[in-house]
């Protein structure tokens, strides 16, 4: 199993920055694939921005050239940086692992971005 916690969620303005962090229960290196996904009301959970075995993470391409996503082996945590931040990216933010073919999902941190 995984557990994961995030943080570093909050109120932010447009045009700000802020930076999410997904600590996992267990060494990274052992987890296929970490990423976070969002979810804003009334709409269905999408991917953001995903780590896998591949050298270049997965961005969708609403967040492409603003969000970066890294992780810290040391720490077993993974980050999300979002930089030049939109209304439109008010959401949860969830942190997902897939462990042995089984996907582990984060309490889910909320995002907002004012106007």
């Known amino acids: 199993q995984v557990q994961l916690v995030e943080s570093g969620g909050g109120l932010v303005q447009a045009g700000g920055s802020l930076r999410l962090s997904c600590a996992a229960s267990?060494?990274?290196?052992?987890?296929?694939?970490m990423g976070w996904y969002r979810q804003a009301p009334g709409k269905q959970r999408e991917l953001v921005a995903k780590?896998?075995?591949?050298?270049?993470?997965n961005y969708a391409a609403s967040v492409k050239g603003r969000f970066t996503v890294s992780s810290d082996a040391a720490k077993n945590t993974v980050y999300l940086q979002m930089n030049s931040l939109k209304p439109e990216d008010t959401a949860v933010y969830y942190c997902?692992?897939?462990?042995?073919?089984?996907?582990?999902w984060g309490q889910g941190t909320q995002v907002t971005v004012s106007s």
């Open positions: 997902n692992a897939e462990f042995r073919g089984v996907g582990y």
């Open positions: 267990r060494s990274i290196f052992s987890i296929n694939a």
């Open positions: 780590i896998t075995s591949s050298p270049t993470p």
